[in-house]
């Protein structure tokens, strides 16, 4: 199985080592490992993927307001160590033209999206019709919100279904609520309708998840009575998906 999304670092989060820990627990195999916001020096999982491809591959993160914004994306391009590129909607908003830059390049384009897809959803669909070879992932579902209605903010993530380029990351639940995610099932069932388990795929979003318990228990409300899931639904959702995405060929 593969995580899509977890974080890790030495002055934000935690070292790698607790997130193998939390991999071990899990049984699972391999992890991307994805920059968190606010830090732009991008080395240490570099160093972490160079040490150890088999099992991690990385997203990294530019500064676009920064001069240099096109040699970082073009080194993290340039790097065996990185498959994908995160962007949030400020950034979206703000250097469209470092998003294109990046599609093109042929880096998977990770994007958060903290107030809701609707803000940004001309700009992806955009993206999408302009580069429709590049894999675009639309982490924490979209980022609903705690109170979740498909037909309010987040409506155009159903709209957005249509391009065969988009991807939903079914990650970061707990921060919209409690496990067993009640208040999202409606939501993530409407979502995984739309897109199919073929363009979906489960990260843990690990430390921000909590424990390494906390940790497995995200890992199976995947295979749960909950979504209803088929078991190739599941295979596809905890790892066929992410593999096509961050570890092809593999």
């Given at each position: 199985m593969i995580d899509s999304y977890t974080h890790c670092g030495i002055d934000k989060y935690e070292p790698v080592e607790s997130v193998v820990e939390a991999m071990e627990y899990s049984e699972i195999t391999r992890a991307v490992l994805v920059q968190h916001l606010g830090q732009f020096d991008n080395s240490y999982i570099d160093n972490v993927v160079k040490d150890n491809s088999e099992t991690f591959?990385?997203?990294?993160?530019?500064?676009?307001?920064?001069?240099?914004?096109?040699?970082e994306?073009?080194?993290?391009?340039?790097?065996?160590?990185?498959m994908g590129i995160r962007f949030s909607s400020p950034s979206i908003l703000g250097n469209f033209d470092a998003v294109i830059e990046a599609a093109q390049m042929g880096l998977n384009l990770i994007l958060y999206t903290p107030d809701g897809i609707d803000e940004v959803s001309q700009?992806?669909?955009?993206?999408?019709?302009?580069?429709?070879d590049t894999s675009i992932v639309l982490t924490h579902l979209g980022c609903p919100g705690q109170k979740v209605d498909v037909d309010r903010r987040n409506c155009s993530i159903v709209r957005l279904g249509e391009f065969p380029n988009i991807f939903v990351g079914l990650s970061g639940q707990h921060m919209f609520c409690e496990y067993?995610?009640?208040?999202?099932?409606?939501?993530?069932?409407?979502?995984?309708?739309?897109?199919?388990?073929?363009?979906?795929?489960?990260?843990?979003?690990?430390?921000?998840?909590?424990?390494?318990?906390?940790?497995?228990?995200?890992?199976?409300y995947i295979s749960s009575e909950?979504?209803?899931?088929?078991?190739?639904?599941?295979?596809?959702?905890?790892?066929?998906?992410?593999?096509?995405?961050?570890?092809?060929?593999?």
């Open positions: 591959t990385g997203v990294g993160l530019v500064d676009t307001t920064d001069t240099n914004w096109y040699r994306i073009e080194a993290l391009r340039n790097s065996d160590s990185f700009e992806i669909a955009a993206l999408a019709r302009k580069v429709p067993p995610y009640r208040d999202l099932l409606g939501y993530t069932k409407r979502i995984v309708e739309t897109y199919t388990s073929k363009r979906i795929m489960w990260g843990s979003n690990f430390p921000v998840c909590g424990s390494v318990e906390a940790y497995r228990s995200d890992l199976s909950h979504l209803e899931l088929s078991d190739v639904e599941v295979q596809d959702i905890t790892e066929n998906t992410a593999r096509k995405l961050f570890f092809p060929g593999s």
